[in-house]
């Protein structure tokens, strides 16, 4: 039985983001002077260049400009950037190991959305796994509480800000298929994150605090999330955002987790190893249900 497209897409890109995920601190802790986050936003901008020229090139460089096209495209690129730049905010101000717990639930409000509005269903088996995978996902995200300084409560308000932003990209991913190609949601993306890297800037100590060997490491560390996210919106377009989404926040932290181990031999908590069986677990689910079915019909 051949595997569905989106099936194999959902399985690429949690291996391209575990590996991001796992190897995206290694500038800003190992490297003498150390690479600042907020350069490696600018640096990620960078790398999605070569990712959406390739895109492009695939639709023979044309651009949908209707009016619907260039509000979804927007959308979908400012809330993805929005989200990321904001990220480095609320980890100056708030805990860590608060924030990333519910910063990574952000598939539920697609779930939601993709369930009321899109009218996306799913067979009983399959909804099972998507349950799971949400305290799955809590779980694997949990963090050791660190004593990091707590500068007020805004840290919060922005941690759901995120929240909410990045689990209505994923929506918007799905529900602007009838207005443009999914090349062309790229290019958007690129665009806006683009234009967001000013901000970065501002936000740290500037292009004076990265050298070159940490400007070529951060950008082929980066390329890894650049190429996922190209592939996470073919993903959620050939496939249900439901399953999609869950899927791959469920399976990308797992790979982090055991690529860390492997590198830095950091020994996951006993709520990450719920999390990580947890997780299979649920992916088994939705992946069999899906599959079971499709080839069915």
Known sequence: MRLPRWLLLSVTVPVLWGLWGALTEIPEK???????????????????????LIAFRKINWRLTHTR????YGCAVGFSGAAGQLMLFWVLQQGPAYLIFPIVCLSPAVTIVLSWTILRERTYPLALSGILLSLPAILLVSLQEPSNGPVRGSLWLVGTIAIF??????AYFMKSSANALSAEELFLYMTATGLALSPVALMMGPGLHAGSGTGFALTFAIQSLNAVGCLLFVYAVRYGKAIVVVPMVNGLFPLVTIIVSLLIYKEIPSRFNLAGMVLALVAVLLMAFDEVRHSAAS
């Open 68 to 71: 619907r096209s260039v509000v």
């Open 164 to 169: 909410l932003l990045w689990g209505l990209q």
């Open 30 to 52: 190992w490297l003498k002077p150390t690479f600042p986050p907020t350069l490696g936003y600018v640096v990620w901008s960078l790398t999605m260049i070569p990712v959406s």
